[in-house]
Structure formats: structure tokens, C-alpha cells
T-cell receptor, first 115, second 115 residues
Framework: AQTVTQSQPEMSVQEAETVTLSCTYD???????LFWYKQPPSRQMILVIR??????QNATENRFSVNFQKAAKSFSLKISDSQLGDAAMYFC????????????FGKGITLSVRP | DAGVIQSPRHEVTEMGQEVTLRCKPI?????LFWYRQTMMRGLELLIY????????DSGMPEDRFSAKMPNASFSTLKIQPSEPRDSAVYFC?????????????FGEGSWLTVV
């Protein structure tokens, strides 16, 4: 079974600075998808960024980018120019490209942004 | 396109009562997921459907929980009888599985409080 580990329960960043959130996963599959979701206090799950395992290029969405290291099974999220609105809980998630298509989440990390 | 629509957004009920949560997935999506989120256990997958057929219900906590998907545009999650430990945010999510797809989109959640 696949597992997703987010070992840091909390992080803090100064506004306008850069922060990196860590995530590792365990799988025996070669084809899969990785995601970062943001959950603000409203509790809505918002997709931040997605990475296909077969792509070597790291995904980027505006101020958000990932460092995908397939061999190391690592998938970190970098937030540049942090804004107050980035304060939220962030979840790393894994989804198989195969028949078992459920989304497996890490426990999440709470990010606070200091003004 | 409208997103995943869940109802009710908030519900407070007394222990022993039946609770029904409803979900309308994004049109055209062939996967539907029910997740539960609590402080203690994080995000748990309860059950998911593919083309209206339940694929994996191993996350359903006990016989008090049941889920149905009578058609492609509607699903219910029922708890009968409800207990205080069922208090949580319940998310419905959907996706269209394609070569370039696989992103799972979440509804805003149903906040359930059982007193």
C-alpha cells in the first residue's frame, strides 16, 4: 500500500520570503500522480499543484513549484514570495495511475505567515 | 462548470438520529469519493465509486455507515444511528480518469456535529 509522509506538523515563514514544505512517499509503482492541496480555515480543499511521475520537469504554478525527486520518492512544495493568504494547512497526496485510483493523503502541515 | 456540490453544509443532530449527506459530482466525472476529516485521524477515505459502482468501502468505519450512488450525478452517505464520535467534516470529491487527468476535485464539505 502507498503511504505519504509529512514529517513537519508546523512551519512558519515571514511574508515575502520563501518556504519549502517536505513530503515523502512510498510506492512500488512507476506511474502515478502527486498533488499538493491547500486547506484554509474554511476547510475547502484547493488544488495547488500536480505532478505526473513520468515527467522529469518539475511542475510550476505561479509562486508555487515542486521539487520532484522520483528516485528518492520525495515531493516538496516551494512557496515563493509568501503572502498572508498562503497561511493554511497543506496536504501532500498520491494517486496511482493504475486500477487502484484512490487519493492517499499525508497528515498535513500547518503553515503560518508572519507579517 | 459547477464544482462538486455537497449538502447540507452544516448539520447539528442528536445522537441516535439518522444523517444523510448528499453529493453532486462534477458532470462527466466517473469517480466519486467520500472522505472524512477529523483532528485525530486526519483525512480518511471512506468509500469510492467508479461508474456508480462501489470499488473500495474498506474505510467505512462500521455498519452504521452506508453510501449509495444511484446515478452518475448523485451520491449519498448515510449514518444511522449517529454517534458523537461521527462529528467531522465529510468531503465528497470527484474526478475523471484519463491519461492527462486524475486530479480529484473536492466539494466544500459537510460539517457534521452529533450531540
Amino acid at each position: 500500500a502507498q503511504t505519504v509522509t509529512q514529517s513537519q506538523p508546523e512551519m512558519s515563514v515571514q511574508e515575502a520570503e520563501t518556504v519549502t514544505l517536505s513530503c515523502t512517499y512510498d510506492t512500488s509503482e512507476s506511474d502515478y500522480y502527486l498533488f499538493w492541496y491547500k486547506q484554509p480555515p474554511s476547510r475547502q480543499m484547493i488544488l495547488v499543484i500536480r505532478q505526473e511521475a513520468y515527467k522529469q520537469q518539475n511542475a510550476t504554478e505561479n509562486r508555487f513549484s515542486v521539487n520532484f525527486q522520483k528516485a528518492a520518492k520525495s515531493f516538496s512544495l516551494k512557496i515563493s514570495d509568501s503572502q498572508l493568504g498562503d497561511a493554511a494547512m497543506y496536504f501532500c497526496a498520491y494517486r496511482s495511475a493504475g486500477a487502484n485510483s484512490k487519493l492517499t493523503f499525508g497528515k498535513g502541515i500547518t503553515l503560518s505567515v508572519r507579517p | 462548470d459547477a464544482g462538486v456540490i455537497q449538502s447540507p453544509r452544516h448539520e447539528v443532530t442528536e445522537m441516535g438520529q439518522e444523517v444523510t449527506l448528499r453529493c453532486k459530482p462534477i458532470s462527466g466525472h466517473d469517480y466519486l469519493f467520500w472522505y472524512r476529516q477529523t483532528m485525530m485521524r486526519g483525512l480518511e477515505l471512506l468509500i469510492y465509486f467508479n461508474n456508480n459502482v462501489p470499488i473500495d468501502d474498506s474505510g467505512m468505519p462500521e455498519d452504521r455507515f452506508s453510501a449509495k450512488m444511484p446515478n452518475a450525478s448523485f451520491s449519498t452517505l448515510k449514518i444511522q444511528p449517529s454517534e458523537p464520535r461521527d462529528s467531522a467534516v465529510y468531503f465528497c470529491a470527484s474526478s475523471y480518469r484519463s491519461f492527462s487527468g486524475n486530479t480529484i476535485y473536492f466539494g466544500e464539505g459537510s460539517w457534521l456535529t452529533v450531540v
